[in-house]
C-alpha cells in the first residue's frame, strides 16, 4: 500500500510540474535576429515578452521600452549582464542593439587589454587580436547563457547586415547578406544562437529591355531558412517565411514544439 502512495505521489508530482510548465510557456530562445538597415529590428525586440534592452547603439530614440543606460564600453555590457544575473527581477527577454555596435566596443576593450593600438597594429600579428577578440564574445555569451539557463529569459540579439562578396569554393564569388562583424564572431554568434533569422522586405525583379529594377510594395518577412542570398537556420522546424513580429515567430515557435512533441 504505501509503495501505491509512492507512485501516486510521483505521478501527482510530475503532473504539477508538467501544469507549471505550461504555465510558464515555451522554453526560452536564443535568437540572433539578422536585417537590412530600418527594417524594424529594434522594433521587433521591443514586442517580445517582458525585454529590456542593452543599448550598444542608441536606436530606442523614438521606441518605447526598459533600458540600460547606452553602453560606452564592453565592460558596460559584461555588467549589465552581471546585473541580470545577479538581481531579481521581472524581466522575460534581454535585447542586445545591435551586435555590430558592441564589437566596436569589443575591439577597443581588447586592444586596451592587450597594449595594442588598433586591430592592425603589428604586435597584434598571426591573428592574435581576431583570437582575443574571439574570446571577449565568448565571455559575453556564457554570461548571456547564464540568463537563458538560470534565469529562463530570452536572448534577442540584433544584428545590421551588408552586402559582402562571398567566395564560393564550387562556385564563382558572388554578393550576399551578411552579419557586419567580423567572420570570427560571426560564427561565434551563429554557432551559439538556436535561431539565426533575416529580416528583410519582399523584393521582386521587374525587367523591361535590358534594364532590371527591383520593386518592393513594402512588405516585410522573417526568414528562417538558408539561402545564397543570407544565413539563416533553426534548430525546429518553423515555416520558411514569418511575419515579421514577434508574435508570428512566437505562435510558429510553439506550434512547432506542440509538433515536435
Not at 510521483?10 to 526560452?28: H, N
Not at 529591355?209 to 522573417?222: E, H, P
Not at 515555416?239 to 509538433?259: C, G, H
Request: proline share 3%; hydrophobic share 40%; net charge negative.
Amino acid at each position: 500500500m504505501s509503495e501505491l502512495l509512492e507512485q501516486i505521489t510521483d505521478v501527482d508530482a510530475e503532473l504539477e510540474a508538467y501544469r507549471k510548465e505550461e504555465m510558464a510557456g515555451p522554453p526560452s530562445v536564443r535568437l540572433n535576429l539578422q536585417g537590412t538597415d530600418g527594417i524594424g529590428k529594434s522594433t521587433f525586440g521591443a514586442k517580445s515578452q517582458d525585454c529590456i534592452f542593452i543599448q550598444a547603439e542608441n536606436g530606442l530614440a523614438f521606441i518605447e521600452a526598459d533600458r540600460f543606460p547606452l553602453a560606452e564600453s564592453w565592460e558596460d555590457i559584461l555588467e549589465q549582464v552581471k546585473t541580470l544575473a545577479n538581481e531579481d527581477h521581472s524581466y522575460k527577454t534581454v535585447v542586445l542593439d545591435t551586435t555590430d555596435a558592441a564589437a566596436k566596443l569589443g575591439e577597443t576593450y581588447v586592444c586596451q587589454q592587450k597594449g595594442w593600438e588598433s586591430p592592425a597594429d603589428p604586435k597584434a600579428s598571426y591573428g592574435a587580436f581576431y583570437v582575443a577578440e574571439e574570446n571577449a564574445w565568448v565571455h559575453l555569451l556564457s554570461g548571456l547563457n547564464f540568463l537563458h539557463t538560470q534565469k529562463n529569459m530570452n536572448v534577442l540579439l540584433l544584428s545590421h547586415v551588408a552586402s559582402k562578396s562571398f567566395k564560393d569554393p564550387e562556385l564563382e564569388a558572388y554578393d550576399r547578406w551578411e552579419m557586419r562583424c567580423n567572420k570570427k564572431v560571426n560564427s561565434v554568434i551563429k554557432d551559439w544562437v538556436d535561431f539565426n533569422l533575416f529580416a528583410n522586405y519582399e523584393t521582386t525583379v521587374k525587367k523591361e529591355g535590358m534594364k532590371a529594377t527591383g520593386v518592393s510594395y513594402g512588405n516585410r518577412f522573417l526568414f528562417t531558412r538558408f539561402t545564397a542570398a543570407y544565413d539563416a537556420k533553426s534548430r525546429i522546424e518553423l515555416p520558411a517565411k514569418l511575419n515579421f513580429d514577434w508574435a508570428s515567430f512566437m505562435n510558429a515557435y510553439t506550434e512547432a514544439l506542440n509538433q515536435a512533441a
